[in-house]
């Protein structure tokens, strides 16, 4: 066990300060990430250096199709996650077992830069399960990292505080969040957390520069009704910017949710159709396949400007439309 960052102390007591539960905990009581832990009055973490899963993945699995794309990114996983998602696919990781037993390998931030190097990744992502909680290890990691020209990448749910995105504001490059609804209650139903917190972590990350994509698994009958689809997509148009690239991605049952039906291609260009008529230019499928699902045109001109599928993936070195010219908002290089 470590100390940690972002808490504050109160007579015995603490506040845990990294995401949005704001966890008030005695002695002896663990935030419900499972992982973050009130001994003797001092916020600890068992996770400071605890590493579940290490791959090297596509950059495009995260996903993200605008950063480096084509690039190698060095992924690496830990333990827990502030959310407790019904539907969750790495609930093997994410979700602490009752018999309180953790399992992962503790390693030194720098071997896990030095893994990164040694494999010629392009950039270095936290993934797998909820980064926010993992806050040391990230912070510890971007600092070598850093030195080595590496950028870092998080794959989140958004459900961090003001405070971590500060900490770690010229640390992190790229993020892919999920939005998984539209609505309070799906958050308080299916996955123990709220709405607005993740509206406003995404509002603020726009805001500190990092390069972001957004993406929502769609689930029918259960967050896949018109209106909020539509809901969703005027939000990244009003408040993130019609650039920000929304990834629309197929259920497959898992977890608590393993016999409920997977969503078809159908209601997946359904979604993509409401995205595209609301203005956003860069609306992505994942999970299926389909012809419109992960290229990208030109919204000026409509020209064929980078293309992706699992046999190939072409794209403009320098990030601008072959056709008209028009810059397309990335980090290309």
Partial sequence: MADTLLWLADNGGVECLVCGHHCRLK?????????RINKDGRLISVVTDLVS???????????????????KVFSIGSVGCNFHCTFCQNHHISVIPKTGVINGRRTPPRNLVELAIHHKAKSIAFTYNEPTISVELINSVAEIAFAHKLPMVLVSNGYMTPDFLDLLENRIRAINVDLKSFRDDFYREYCGGRLKPVLESLKKIRKLGWWLEVTTLIIHGVND????????????????GVDVPWHLSAFHGAYQMVNHPATTLDQLQAAWTIGKEEGLHYVYLGNVGAAIGGNTYCPDCSQLVAERSPWKISFPASGTCPKCGKDIPGVWR
């Fill in 27 to 35: 002695p002896g009581m663990k935030g419900r990430c499972g992982v």
């Fill in 53 to 71: 899963s290490i791959q090297m993945d596509p950059i495009e699995k995260k996903p993200l199709y605008h950063f480096l794309p084509g690039s």
């Fill in 225 to 240: 009704s018109p209106e909020e689809i539509r809901d969703c997509a005027r939000f990244i148009r009003d408040e993130l």
